[in-house]
């Protein structure tokens, strides 16, 4: 499917952009593992990836993919090689310094997203405008997940 790499520096994951279609989405990935039943606009799992679309035109069916996210709670990193996933395999363990540390290694440019940051979450926000977020524990900040959303 894609690199975590590719997702951090343009954006697409696994060949699909914010905007693609739904039909985009099953032709690239096939048939959602999830799909929120409850919920409009329709959110599609694919094992640690959500996709979120916008309504369509009939509010019957999804619209262009509006949010892309990869989820690190509860994942393997052989949840992440079932996903497609081949190169870097963070996971929850991963910590906020691992993440800075892969990312200056493939200078990927990253600030702190403030804006972002309460409580026990932290935030960081990269070229492609995904936002890495991360969760507080007693000893450390570890990764929770990488999200995209039109803004």
């Known amino acids: 499917m894609t690199a975590i790499k590719e997702f951090l520096?343009?954006?697409i994951l696994g060949g699909i952009a914010l905007g693609s279609?739904?039909?985009e989405v099953l032709a690239k990935w096939g048939n959602p593992k999830d799909v929120s039943v409850s919920r409009k606009p329709a959110i599609w799992r694919y094992g640690p990836i959500e996709i979120s679309f916008d309504l369509g035109p009939s509010c019957r069916t999804?619209?262009?993919?509006?949010?892309?996210?990869i989820?690190?709670?509860?994942?393997?990193?052989?949840?992440?090689?079932?996903?497609?996933?081949?190169?870097?395999?963070?996971?929850a363990k991963t910590t906020y310094r691992n993440v800075?540390?892969?990312?200056?290694?493939e200078a990927i440019s990253y600030s702190e997203r403030t804006?972002?940051?309460f409580g026990s979450q932290r935030a960081l926000?990269?070229?492609?405008?995904?936002?890495?977020?991360f969760r507080a524990?007693?000893?450390?900040?570890?990764?929770?997940?990488?999200?995209?959303?039109?803004h």
């Open 9 to 11: 520096v343009t954006g």
């Open 21 to 23: 279609s739904s039909d």
């Open 62 to 69: 999804p619209g262009p993919v509006a949010f892309m996210g």
């Open 71 to 91: 989820y690190f709670q509860n994942i393997t990193v052989q949840m992440l090689r079932d996903a497609g996933f081949r190169e870097w395999l963070p996971t």
């Open 100 to 105: 800075k540390e892969f990312l200056d290694i």
């Open 115 to 117: 804006e972002l940051n």
């Open 125 to 133: 926000f990269v070229q492609s405008q995904v936002d890495i977020l």
């Open 137 to 150: 524990s007693s000893t450390d900040l570890f990764l929770d997940s990488m999200q995209l959303t039109r």
